[in-house]
């Protein structure tokens, strides 16, 4: 898969694509990563990349052509390998979801157009954006933390990338329910906190009974929507059910 990243920062990038448990996600012959700074698309004397908005108000526009310069670029680029689609970062775009990296990670990849300031000019959007992204309800500085966040979630969906294979099948086994709490040594602490018992009685069909009660109370109590979302999809049985029905 190749994805392709246009934005003004891209130092913003480099450590999380070089550090970390992501690093070999990015590896030759994996995610290939590609950084196009928009500011060598800028337009003359200065590399200008934007200007202030037609009707006033607080902030800057990037500017279409240097846009469309880079995004041709990419697309240049990018004739070798199936279409893919551009992809921009907005407080205003639908919010991502794990449903939405696992079409990516399926896909030949995408061009992730990063703004900064007040945003893109809306003739651009229109003539060119497939999807508008945001991560959540919170104001942030512009799209590169955002695209960085897809990147990461797309890279520990590469085979090979996360040490353990059953850490997959623990996502799709838990599917739509938060994790339930996890224990390690020492059993007891000094203050007197043990582990939960049946996590060592070696009873493997208890252990996973216990865990994914846990998980059910725990995304019942904090995220509602998460559950009703779970159960739509049918992933609860009639054992998650019962369980349900009988917590206190
Ligand atoms: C005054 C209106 N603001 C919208 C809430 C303007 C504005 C603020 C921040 C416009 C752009 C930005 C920069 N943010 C992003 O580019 C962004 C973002 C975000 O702020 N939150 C969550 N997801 C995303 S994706 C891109």
Redesign the pocket.
Known sequence: MRIDVITLFPELFSAHLVHGVTRRAFEPGRVDVHLWPLRDFGDPPHARVDDRPYGGGP?MVLLVEPLERALAAVRAARAEAAPAPLVS???A?ALLRQATVAQFAAGPGAILL??????VDQRFVDTHVDLE???????????EL?ALVLLDALARLQPGVLGDARSHQQDSFSAGLLDCPHFSRPERLAGGAAVPQVLLSGNHAAIDAWRREQSLALTADRRPDLLAGARAEGLLDATDEAYLARRP
């Open positions: 902030g970062f907005s407080p775009g990063c703004a900064r300031y007040e945003g992204l945001s991560i959540g309800d919170y104001v942030l500085s512009g799209g955002p």
